[in-house]
């Protein structure tokens, strides 16, 4: 029987008994995600999105079969069942002092860590930079060349395991304090402007045309986005909430330059 299999097997089973066999099929699925080998979210070859649901069992199943224990690191101590990765130079990461990296998540050679969290299962891309206080969830995937500006919250989803996690693209840049949460899928290219909210039930509104289009859960690829709010009706009166709004699309010339705050400043947007 394949790994994924015997997971799969133990986790729908009632009993979920782990066995020897679990455990080594489990140890052998973290090690993949730990070294870049599986994610949970893997694109296709045709573009698709898919979620490696059994990954997910196996994080799951992860925190059933380690054991609390004190963890040393450095001056500190922390008291968790998941150790913290250790870094040797090797692996082609700038790792700066206080960037926290659970094992079991995998950072790809040429990233950039600042003092940061990124959580088990997440994968994070080259070139890529997770900026200060900065966190990323379990599972998230953050492709190449992101840049994910200070105090960004990039959400976790280990459960439902068939929920997809949140999707950060290539060449995305997310502004300062955005918040990016429940599965949401920001594509290729995509700008947020500093404090954007999104999660599945937020309104992403396309304002660049004639009439307004609404979209959920997912970023179009190359849209430049920033802070909303819409007017809605409630028994005690009428209240803004907060939405996304979808203000035109980053230019060619733009694709083209080193920083990505300057298709913010094409449109005038804070970063």
Known sequence: ?????????????????????????????????????????????????IVNDYAKMAILLHFRIQKMKVIESGPFSYHDKIPLKKWTGEEGVRVVPQALVRQGA?????????????????????????????????????????????????????????????????????????????????????????????????????????EAKVIKGRVPKNSVVIPGTQMKEFPAGTFGVPSALIIGQRKESTNKKTSLTDALRDFDVAT
């Open 1 to 49: 029987m394949s790994f994924e299999t015997i997971i799969k097997e133990c986790f729908t089973s009632e009993s979920q008994d782990l066995t020897n066999e679990v455990v080594e099929a489990v140890q052998h699925c973290i090690k993949e995600i730990d070294e870049g080998r599986l994610t949970v979210a893997e694109k296709k070859s045709e573009g698709e999105w």
């Open 106 to 210: 995998f950072v790809e050679k040429g990233a950039i860590l600042m003092p940061s969290y990124v959580n088990i299962g997440a994968f994070v891309g080259s070139g890529t930079m997770v900026d200060t206080w900065a966190t990323v969830g379990s599972c998230a995937y953050i492709g190449r060349n992101v840049h994910l500006s200070g105090g960004v919250g990039i959400g976790g989803v280990l459960e439902p395991v068939q929920a997809s996690p949140v999707i950060i693209e290539d060449n995305v840049f997310v502004g300062s304090r955005c918040i990016v949460v429940e599965g949401v899928h920001v594509e290729e290219g995509a700008v947020l402007g500093a404090g954007v909210t999104i999660t599945q039930s937020t309104k992403i509104i396309d304002v660049t045309g004639s």
